[in-house]
């Protein structure tokens, strides 16, 4: 048995093979092979932040871990959307391991300009639901198309001032080269499919931002009558 | 039947809500609701073909069926994040859309 999981406020006790990794016990969650993405992101990151879903388990690390629950108790794992400011330095405290030779991290930060015009503050607004469904799926297709060992994203909604972080992604690898190209492929990702918006406010007036094109495959669905 | 229709940035703006209950014939599916808020809104005309939808959070195309209860987004181009890029490798695997 290992304990490893404590999603919203409760402990479970998952029954799992000997030298299970967390991908095998998000099947033994979800009851079959491949279930949601989004679980296996949350459960790749509900321990401490820092276990790949190949990270092998036991019954005594789990034990061990436990005390480190507690800080990572949003149900969305690693994929997080939030009202409050990002403070990058407290978040990524613990997303090092020992394997990991680089981190790369990336802010999205509040510019004082735009097309010209002097900006006053931002308002993001998100869809809230579809936009973790949208984050978590970018981070298991990272986790899957690049060597990197784990990813965080935060995304920030509300009111935010000039300078402060709108979004932060981390992401960590053995090698920088794939901690590189994944952050990059994150951050690109999300702007064009994760449903956020911003509205920028000016001396002179409010506009939405405008967005990128969504990409083909969104388009084409969307758009094909 | 109804479904849930969700507005968000400049279609929100252009709607007067963020949200509303709308009523379908049936068999309906995404196009309806689309060619519903064109005509009652004639401003979303402005967004083109640049506009996404989705039905329960997922992104959908406009001859997916429709099913009592569904909750339908109209979704402007997305703009979180930066600005620009010229990153070749955009795939999306797995389904992601």
Redesign the interface.
């Known amino acids: 048995v290992a304990q490893f999981d404590k999603e919203e406020s409760r402990t479970r006790d998952y029954r799992v093979a000997k030298n299970a990794t967390l991908r095998a016990t998000q099947h033994a969650k979800t009851g079959r092979v491949g279930g949601p993405?989004a679980r296996a992101s949350s459960l790749g990151c509900a321990r401490d932040f820092g276990s790949g879903l190949k990270r092998p388990l036991d019954a005594s690390t789990s034990r061990r871990k436990r005390g480190l629950l507690g800080m990572t108790m949003n149900p969305h794992g690693c994929v997080q959307i939030v009202r409050e400011t990002i403070d990058a330095a407290a978040i990524l405290a613990n997303f090092k391991y020992p394997a990991d030779g680089a981190m790369v991290t990336f802010e999205?930060v509040v510019r004082d300009n735009s097309r010209g015009r002097r900006t006053l503050y931002l308002d993001?607004?998100?869809?809230e639901?579809?936009?973790i469904?949208?984050m978590n799926?970018?981070v298991?297709?990272a986790l899957?198309?690049f060597s990197i060992r784990q990813v965080m994203i935060v995304?920030r909604v509300g009111r935010l001032n000039i300078g402060e972080t709108?979004?932060l992604i981390a992401v960590a690898s053995a090698h920088r080269a794939a901690a590189f190209?994944a952050c990059?492929?994150l951050?690109?990702?999300?702007?064009?499919?994760?449903?956020?918006?911003?509205?920028e406010h000016f001396e002179d007036g409010a506009v939405?931002?405008?967005?990128?094109?969504?990409?083909a495959?969104?388009?084409?669905?969307?758009?094909?009558? | 039947m109804q479904v849930r229709v969700l507005f968000f940035g400049v279609l929100r703006d252009m709607a007067g809500q963020s949200a509303e209950v709308l009523n379908l014939s049936e068999p309906a599916t995404l196009n309806d609701v689309l060619r519903h808020y064109q005509t009652s809104i004639p401003a979303f005309h402005t967004l083109g073909r640049s506009l996404a939808m989705s039905i329960n959070q997922e992104y959908a195309g406009p001859q997916a069926k429709l099913h009592p209860g569904d909750e339908v987004a109209l979704l402007p181009p997305v703009s979180g994040g930066s600005r620009s890029s010229a990153f070749k490798s955009m795939r999306f695997p797995g389904g992601a859309v």
């Open positions: 993405v999205g993001y607004e998100a869809y639901v579809m936009a469904k949208e799926r970018l298991e297709a899957a198309q995304h709108s979004v190209d990059r492929w951050i690109d990702s999300l702007k064009r499919t994760v449903p956020i918006w911003k509205k939405w931002a405008d967005g990128q094109a969504f990409p495959n969104v388009q084409e669905s969307s758009q094909s009558s």
